[in-house]
C-alpha cells in the first residue's frame, strides 16, 4: 500500500514565525503536492513538484515555498506564518497521471 | 480555465436511502474525472475515476459515469448507510507546467454527507 505521511497531526504557531510541514511518502512517486483545505473553498493547491528539485507554483503560491531535495520527501516552508494561514494542509503523491494518494492533513492554527 | 462544480450540500439522508451527487466539470481537453472521499479527521481516499467518455466508475456500491455530452460525472449510490457520512469531492485532472508528468487535479468545494440511522 502507498504510504504518505505528514510529520505532525496539529501544529500551533505564532504569527511571524517561520513554519516547516514535511511530507514523506514510500512509493517513489516523481509528483507530490501541497494543498490547503478551507471550509467552502475545497481544496486549493499550493505547490507541486514533478521531480528533485523542481517546482511549480499552484493557484495559491503566495506567503509560501517549498523544498523537494530528495524524492520521497517534501517540504512546505511558510516564511512568516500569518493568521490566514490557518487551515488544513494536504500533502498528495502520484506517479504519472495515475492516482493521487493523500496524507492525513496537519491541521495550523496560526496565533 | 478547468473547473469544477459540484452539489454544495451538506446532504442528510436516512439510512438506505438513494443518493446522488451532482458534479459538473469545464475543461479544454479530455480529462480523467475522479471522486474523492474524505472520512472524518483523515486526509482523502480515491472512491472511483474514470478516464473517458462513457466510463463508469464504481467502487464499495458507488457508481459515476463520465458524460462528455453534459460534462457530468454524478455520484450515486443505492442505498447509503451510516458508515458512508463523508465529505465527497469531485476532481478532474489535467496537464500542467512544463514538466513531463505533472498533472494535477482541480477539484470542487466538497459536499458534507450525513446518514442518519
Known amino acids: 500500500d502507498v504510504k504518505v505521511t505528514q510529520s505532525s497531526r496539529y501544529l500551533v504557531k505564532r504569527t511571524g514565525e517561520k513554519v516547516f510541514l514535511e511530507c514523506v511518502q514510500d512509493?517513489?512517486?516523481?509528483?507530490m503536492f501541497w494543498y490547503r483545505q478551507d471550509p467552502g473553498l475545497g481544496l486549493r493547491l499550493i505547490y507541486f513538484?514533478?521531480?528533485?528539485?523542481?517546482?511549480e507554483k499552484g493557484d495559491i503560491p503566495e506567503g509560501y515555498s517549498v523544498s523537494r531535495e530528495k524524492k520521497e520527501r517534501f517540504s512546505l516552508i511558510l516564511e512568516s506564518a500569518s493568521t490566514n494561514q490557518t487551515s488544513m494542509y494536504l500533502c498528495?503523491?502520484?506517479?504519472?497521471?495515475?492516482?493521487?494518494?493523500f496524507g492525513p492533513g496537519t491541521r495550523l492554527l496560526v496565533l | 480555465g478547468n473547473s469544477v462544480t459540484q452539489m454544495e450540500g451538506p446532504v442528510t439522508l436516512s439510512e438506505e436511502a438513494f443518493l446522488t451527487i451532482n458534479c459538473t466539470y469545464t475543461?479544454?481537453?479530455?480529462?480523467?474525472l475522479f471522486w474523492y472521499v474524505q472520512y472524518p479527521g483523515e486526509g482523502l481516499q480515491l472512491l472511483l475515476k474514470?478516464?473517458?467518455?462513457?466510463d463508469k466508475g464504481s467502487n464499495k456500491g458507488f457508481e459515476a459515469t463520465y458524460r462528455k455530452e453534459t460534462t457530468s460525472f454524478h455520484l450515486e449510490k443505492g442505498s447509503v448507510q451510516v458508515s458512508d457520512s463523508a465529505v465527497y469531492f469531485c476532481?478532474?485532472?489535467?496537464?500542467?507546467?512544463?514538466?513531463?508528468?505533472?498533472?494535477?487535479?482541480?477539484f470542487g468545494k466538497g459536499t458534507l454527507l450525513t446518514v442518519n440511522p
Open positions: 474514470a478516464t473517458k467518455a462513457d
Open positions: 512509493m517513489d512517486h516523481e509528483n
Open positions: 513538484s514533478y521531480d528533485v528539485k523542481m517546482k
Open positions: 476532481a478532474l485532472s489535467d496537464r500542467r507546467g512544463s514538466g513531463g508528468s505533472n498533472y494535477k487535479l482541480t
Open positions: 498528495a503523491s502520484s506517479l504519472g497521471v495515475k492516482t493521487q494518494y
Open positions: 475543461a479544454t481537453g479530455y480529462p480523467s
